[in-house]
């Protein structure tokens, strides 16, 4: 783990909540230089601290209203079928994010489609018929309450 400072979680703080901030306008919200401000963002991006930056798109805007969790089952327990699994989830672009669990299903996926059409497609001609998975069980988001929010840094 980095170590970090009290300007660094002010770093992060202010990237979390607006990335496309200077490094001008963050100087003046953590209270260093701008070229302070630089040299640590870039030690943190090379730390792997900050792992990229993105815009955050409005899934019903771009067409992919329908947000759905499914939960899927391996087949069998081995560490083949589990890579055969994750490289299935890297290639299939209407995962959003994918989560290893404990308990009754092997894994979650969070995925984002245009219309249940979508979802059947996916569910029946892409997980189902693969060779790993057992069982899927899907859950349909009727309405987000939080979209992924900032990671709650200690108090600087």
Same mark, same amino acid.
């Given at each position: 783990?980095?170590?970090?400072?009290?300007?660094?979680?002010?770093?992060?703080?202010?990237?979390?909540?607006?990335? +496309?901030?200077?490094?001008?306008?963050?100087?003046?919200?953590?209270?260093? +230089?701008?070229?302070?401000?630089? /040299?640590?963002?870039? /030690?943190?991006?090379? &730390?792997?601290?900050?792992?990229?930056?993105?815009?955050?798109?409005?899934? +019903?805007?771009?067409?992919?209203?329908?947000?759905?969790?499914?939960?899927?089952?391996?087949?069998?327990?081995?560490?083949?079928?589990?890579?055969?699994? /994750?490289?299935?989830?890297?290639?299939?672009?209407?995962?959003?994010?994918?989560?290893?669990?404990?308990?009754?299903?092997?894994?979650?996926? @969070?995925?984002?489609?245009?219309?249940?059409? &979508?979802?059947?497609?996916?569910?029946? &001609?892409?997980?189902?018929?693969?060779? +790993?998975?057992?069982?899927? /069980?899907?859950?349909?988001?009727?309405?987000?309450? @939080?979209?992924?929010?900032?990671?709650?840094?200690?108090?600087?």
């Amino acid at each position: 783990m980095t170590a970090l400072d009290a300007f660094d979680w002010r770093l992060l703080d202010a990237l979390q909540q607006d990335a +496309s901030l200077t490094n001008a306008a963050l100087a003046e919200r953590v209270g260093l +230089s701008a070229s302070q401000v630089s /040299r640590r963002r870039q /030690r943190l991006e090379q &730390e792997g601290v900050i792992q990229g930056y993105r815009a955050a798109l409005d899934p +019903s805007a771009v067409g992919l209203g329908v947000i759905v969790f499914i939960h899927v089952a391996l087949d069998t327990h081995s560490r083949d079928n589990a890579r055969r699994f /994750r490289d299935l989830v890297r290639l299939t672009p209407a995962v959003l994010e994918a989560h290893a669990l404990t308990g009754e299903a092997d894994y979650l996926l @969070k995925v984002a489609v245009g219309d249940l059409k &979508e979802l059947a497609r996916l569910v029946n &001609e892409v997980l189902m018929p693969h060779e +790993s998975v057992a069982r899927v /069980r899907s859950e349909i988001a009727l309405e987000t309450l @939080k979209e992924p929010g900032l990671l709650p840094l200690p108090m600087t």
